[in-house]
């Protein structure tokens, strides 16, 4: 069964230093994995995809990188701000169908 | 901005009541799915739909029950709402191979 970690649980910086948040996942048989967003009390807001034949994907300040043989998946935001203060979660497709299995969340707090 | 509603957004209600859980979308996505979250945990699939008049139970067992009569509407309905019932429940759609697309979810608590 497909298991997914994400570690840190929780992490603070201060505004401007970039930010890196993990993502393990027990089983390489993947189609693709993404990363998404979620504030307070609100749903989930996709930042990116990354199907399993890529290594990496970018939009603005966000790259997501995915090493399928070892595993693991990278979130790096540049240049952190307050408004990026959420919960970051990823999710592996498990099968052609679509069914996704979310990791915990990692929860970021930027400080002004 | 993906067009995915839920309703309501919170709901307290007592032991025994009869709940159905509202989630609709207007993008003309064919799957729709339901999950359940606990505060800081992951999210489980509790119910998914490949279309009209196909609904599967997820990975987590759930007493609750799903239809979908049409494409655009995927209720929820608790017959015999518990306690045990008290966690978020969030409503999400997507076309085939792309991302999934998520409402802001119902509170529930269940007294």
């Known amino acids: 069964k497909q298991e997914v970690t994400q570690i840190p649980a929780a992490l603070s910086v201060p505004e401007g230093e970039n930010l890196v948040l993990n993502c393990s996942f027990t089983?390489?048989?993947?189609?693709?994995l993404q990363w998404f967003r979620q504030d307070p009390g609100k749903g989930l807001t996709s930042l990116l995809l990354?199907?399993?034949?890529?290594r990496e994907q970018t939009s603005g300040r966000l790259n997501a990188s995915l090493d399928k043989s070892s595993g693991r998946s990278t979130l790096y935001i540049a240049a952190s701000q307050p408004g990026d203060s959420a919960t970051y979660l990823c999710?592996?497709?498990?099968?052609?169908?679509?069914?996704?299995?979310f990791g915990a969340g990692t929860q970021v707090v930027v400080t002004p | 901005e993906a067009d995915i509603y839920q309703t309501p957004r919170y709901l307290v209600i007592g032991t025994g009541k009869k709940i159905t859980l509202e989630c609709s979308q207007t993008?003309?996505?064919?799957?729709m799915y339901w999950y359940q979250q606990d505060p800081g945990m992951e999210l489980h699939l509790i119910h998914y739909?490949?279309?009209?008049?196909?609904?599967e139970k997820g990975d987590l067992s759930s007493e609750s029950t799903v239809s979908r009569i049409r494409t655009e509407h995927f209720p929820l309905t608790l017959e015999s709402a518990r306690p045990s019932h008290t966690s978020q429940y969030l409503c999400?759609?997507?076309?085939?191979?792309?991302?999934?697309?998520f409402g802001p979810g119902t509170r529930l608590l269940v007294l």
């Open positions: 990354i199907q399993s034949s890529q």
């Open positions: 999400a759609s997507s076309e085939m191979y792309e991302t999934q697309y």
């Open positions: 089983d390489s048989a993947i189609y693709n």
């Open positions: 739909s490949y279309g009209v008049n196909s609904t």
């Open positions: 993008m003309g996505h064919d799957k």
């Open positions: 999710a592996v497709k498990t099968d052609s169908w679509g069914k996704l299995q």
